[in-house]
């Protein structure tokens, strides 16, 4: 049959845009989500909407809850197609169209059907039937996108071989995001909702790993958001409209003291929501101080932005359009909005620029928003309070203290030195001045020393006259110089106190970090924290530990003892269920004296951090910061308290199961010479003599409780070796029928022969395995359907080949095994409650080493009405 191309469908399709179905996918991040629920549930809404709806092919893998929803939907016979001898079922194409439903419900769009069919994907064989105007319902993971392979592979190391083309996104009408968290996927794993709880397990350790699974939801998100910005620019553009909105943003709000500065954070949040973008809120701390009004304000706002949810970012300096553009280039910040700054007059004149006019000379590619105050906002009340506040009284005395020093020395130094001089001593105090003052201070003193210059000292005195041109220039100069030498020594001043700030934030966070390090167990860390805690918030502090049953630990507080009613305790408690800060400055019972902070690891709260601040002020952003810096790194240490204690766990539990090893070995060793000599004996007397009927029925039984003992010393060898490492398989080429025949000899007696019932392919089937291990294996297995199965029941050994892959199955009759220990019969030592006397536990364990050991697996499974099923599965190989 002639296949047709995917490009001439795909061409064909958009040719016939105005008579085709609609394309809707649900769309997840990895298998078990719940697509193909959501699918069935929106596909029997449809139904009781009477839409005739028709199921082309789903995939319940077995899960009831997905089984039920498919009863009262209409579903068509799949297609058998014949490859190589084998019949697989495919979706009827062929059907769908000839009952030309409504709707048609298609699972797992990157199918690839089997050789034979008309199209080699199924996702061409949708496009055919939307093609016949039929909607079409269908399913779809992010790693099956064919424009994401490379990521998939780069995040997950995994190859995917069935994708779709980006084009069938593109064609989907509409795309439903069905996302669940990672956490809340492996819970479905481990209930065995997605997999066997084998394969369950294997899946979580690789592919379903967190790390893979929060990467495969992020693209899926990112996936789900740009289709519907296509199609709102699609929407836009039938309508005329401009503007289309961008998706993968990231947004920078300044925030200051000012009350414009709320309407900013409330804004940026709008478009955050519009863009679906992240954002942050940045605060730049210079070396001007604030009132304790301001503080408060910046703090109120802060707080709002980072309960519309920003990204909270404290930095020091004064050249603040670099530092905010700084924090954008790390932070790959997108667009940065800020508030239009208030030109005045004379800086238009001199050519001064705003801030916003440096931040779009410093941006480069990142987009710049200014955003208009309003007039309330540019003369907010309490702006001449922020002038005057920066006006300090104690400076200006000084200067002028300066000015009256410098002037009495001049006079005494005049007639000595000449005019000239004195101008030097007034710009050496100017220069001497701005290593302590303040700018405006400095002006001031550069000012009051031209004036006092030119008066006292310059011809004509005690006149603003000048004898000559020279003299004017000489003053001109002087005033120039002595004001820049002014701003430029304050400017200097005003980096070493922003500098100063810094390295004391830095040594604080240093020493914390060395104590912390130096600190011999988890109590002696908190203690040292908490201690340095107290010097940053003028406070006590302690700790509070979480036990394993999430319950504080109230008698063993960490640090300071600090009294705590039954409501306090009860409030803990509600931070530890919560995972959320209470107490004083939170958003929860804010009136109580006590802050009450949780600290997190791996999402839960491991201790809680309780503060009694001895001053009433609120902590500045300063300390705030420093603060969050220091449970950061208390939270690290007991993360690190945790891992130690799961190490030294392991450490105990290889020190033990080593222990155990050797000693089983050395016992097993004892055991197996005067087994051996005991069980030659017994061959001879039962072979060269004659004995009485009773006496030989005796030797007999003690000849095959000898065997048994032997053949559980043999086991316990055999697992002190694969403990240990000392075993690996001699690979050979083994025959099947070899195999199976040398295991019944060693495990079937004569009376058992009628129970097995062998089914094996004809001719010859080879495996490239160790037959030690293979035999021991399957020996090991029919022993345990023999003693453990129905008595007198029937033992089934079947032989198949699937994908090159040799599956022994052996079969028994019996009950099988309850769901919820189904998993555990591989352990070591594990016997089951209803297990029959005798054995040790081993039998199925080693059975499954051994077979992993020559890559292959050992599965088990109970059967349906009653049986139980133990497969071993081997990489089939032809000899050469």
């Known amino acids: 049959m002639e296949r047709p191309d995917p490009d001439a469908i795909l061409a064909r399709v958009k040719a016939e845009d105005n008579h085709r179905g609609k394309l809707k996918i649900f769309f997840g991040m990895a298998p078990g989500v719940g697509k193909t629920y959501a699918m069935l549930q929106e596909a029997r809404q449809r139904q009781n909407e009477g839409f005739r709806v028709l199921v082309g092919v789903v995939m319940t893998h077995g899960r009831p809850e997905t089984q039920a929803l498919l009863e009262g939907l209409e579903q068509i016979p799949q297609k058998t197609v014949n490859y190589r001898g084998i019949n697989l079922e495919e979706m009827d194409i062929d059907e769908i169209l000839k009952r030309r439903p409504q709707l048609v419900l298609v699972d797992e769009l990157a199918h690839t059907n089997a050789p034979g069919s008309r199209h080699p994907k199924r996702y061409q064989d949708v496009l055919e039937i939307l093609s016949a105007d039929i909607d079409v319902f269908t399913t779809l993971n992010v790693q099956h996108v064919d424009s994401r392979r490379e990521d998939i592979l780069a995040v997950t190391r995994v190859v995917v071989g069935e994708?779709?083309?980006?084009?069938?996104?593109?064609?989907?009408?509409?795309?439903?995001?069905?996302?669940?968290?990672?956490q809340a996927l492996h819970q479905r794993l481990a209930e065995g909702k997605v997999y066997v709880p084998d394969q369950a397990r294997a899946a979580t350790t690789n592919f379903f790993k967190t790390e893979n699974l929060t990467a495969l939801r992020e693209m899926a998100l990112r996936l789900t958001t740009a289709h519907v910005n296509r199609n709102l620019r699609s929407l836009m553009s039938a309508k005329g409209l401009s503007g289309p909105t961008r998706s993968g943003e990231r947004i920078l709000v300044a925030v200051g003291i000012t009350p414009f500065s709320e309407s900013l954070i409330r804004m940026t949040r709008r478009w955050a929501g519009m863009l679906d973008a992240s954002w942050i809120a940045l605060h730049v701390e210079g070396s001007a101080s604030f009132s304790e009004e301001h503080k408060e304000r910046l703090m109120k706002n802060l707080a709002l932005a980072r309960q519309l949810g920003a990204e909270i970012i404290h930095q020091v300096g004064d050249d603040l359009a670099q530092v905010i553009v700084d924090v954008a280039n790390k932070e790959n910040v997108t667009q940065i909005i800020v508030g239009k700054s208030v030109e005045k007059n004379w800086q238009r004149?001199?050519?001064?620029?705003?801030?916003?006019?440096?931040?779009?000379?410093?941006?480069?590619?990142?987009?710049?928003?200014?955003?208009?105050?309003?007039?309330?906002?540019?003369?907010?009340?309490?702006?001449?309070?922020?002038?005057?506040?920066?006006?300090?009284?104690?400076?200006?005395?000084?200067?002028?203290?300066?000015?009256?020093?410098?002037?009495?020395?001049?006079?005494?130094?005049?007639?000595?030195t000449g005019y000239h001089h004195t101008g030097l001593m007034y710009l050496l105090t100017v220069v001497l001045s701005g290593s302590f003052l303040g700018r405006s201070a400095a002006f001031m003193l550069a000012a009051l020393s031209a004036l006092a210059w030119d008066f006292l000292f310059i011809p004509p005195q005690y006149t603003f006259g000048f004898k000559s041109s020279y003299d004017m220039g000489l003053l001109g100069m002087f005033f120039i110089t002595a004001l820049m030498m002014g701003f430029v020594t304050s400017k200097l001043r005003r980096q070493k106190e922003v500098e100063q700030k810094q390295r004391l934030r830095s040594e604080s966070l240093y020493e914390l970090t060395r104590a912390l390090a130096l600190s011999t167990d988890i109590a002696q860390a908190m203690r040292v924290a908490t201690s340095q805690i107290n010097l940053l918030c003028q406070s006590t502090s302690c700790v509070l530990m979480i036990d394993e049953n999430e319950q504080p630990l109230f008698e063993n507080a960490i640090g300071d003892q600090i009294e705590m009613t039954d409501n306090q305790k009860g409030l803990v408690q509600w931070v530890v269920a919560n995972k959320k800060a209470a107490g004083r400055f939170s958003d929860t019972l804010s009136q109580q004296p006590h802050m009450y902070l949780p600290l997190m690891s791996s999402g839960q709260v491991r201790a809680v951090l309780v503060i009694n601040l001895l001053d009433e002020k609120p902590l500045d952003l300063a300390q705030r910061t420093l603060l969050e810096s220091f449970m950061a790194l208390m939270t690290v240490m007991l993360e690190k308290d945790q891992l130690l204690k799961i190490s030294r766990e392991a450490k105990m539990r290889e020190d033990t199961q080593n222990l155990q090893s050797a000693l089983l070995d050395n016992l097993s060793h004892e055991l197996k010479t005067p087994l051996t000599i005991i069980s030659g004996y017994l061959d001879a007397l039962v072979l060269y003599h004659q004995w009485p009927k009773d006496a030989m029925e005796l030797l007999e039984e003690c000849r095959l409780a000898c065997l048994r003992l032997t053949s559980g010393v043999d086991a316990v060898l055999d697992l002190t070796k694969l403990d240990t490492g000392n075993l690996s398989p001699n690979f050979a080429w083994c025959e099947v029928k070899d195999i199976i025949a040398q295991a019944l000899k060693q495990v079937v007696t004569q009376a058992d022969e009628k129970r097995i019932q062998l089914d094996c392919p004809q001719g010859p089937l080879y495996v490239n395995a160790d037959f030690y291990m293979i035999t021991q294996s399957l020996k090991n297995i029919v022993h345990n359907a023999l003693v453990h199965g129905p008595e007198g029941g029937e033992i089934d050994i079947h032989v198949r080949i699937m994908d090159r892959k040799i599956r022994i199955s052996v079969i028994d009759q019996g009950e099988g095994i309850p769901k919820e220990t189904l998993a555990k019969i591989f352990d070591k030592f594990y016997r089951g409650a209803k297990t029959k006397k005798g054995g040790l536990g081993l039998g199925l364990s080693i059975a499954r080493r051994f077979v992993q050991l020559n890559e292959g697996d050992v599965e088990a499974e109970n059967l349906s009405p009653k049986g139980f099923m133990v497969t071993i599965t081997l990489p089939m190989a032809e000899k050469e």
């Not at 996104?169 to 069905?178: F, G, K, N, R, Y």
């Open 349 to 416: 004149f001199l050519g001064i620029p705003t801030l916003a006019d440096r931040l779009v000379a410093l941006s480069g590619q990142i987009d710049v928003h200014m955003v208009r105050m309003s007039s309330a906002d540019k003369n907010f009340p309490d702006k001449p309070k922020a002038f005057l506040s920066k006006l300090r009284p104690h400076e200006y005395g000084l200067g002028l203290l300066m000015f009256a020093i410098a002037t009495a020395a001049n006079l005494f130094l005049a007639p000595l």
């Open 163 to 182: 994708t779709v083309p980006d084009t069938i996104l593109d064609e989907a009408s509409e795309i439903t995001l069905v996302d669940i968290s990672p």
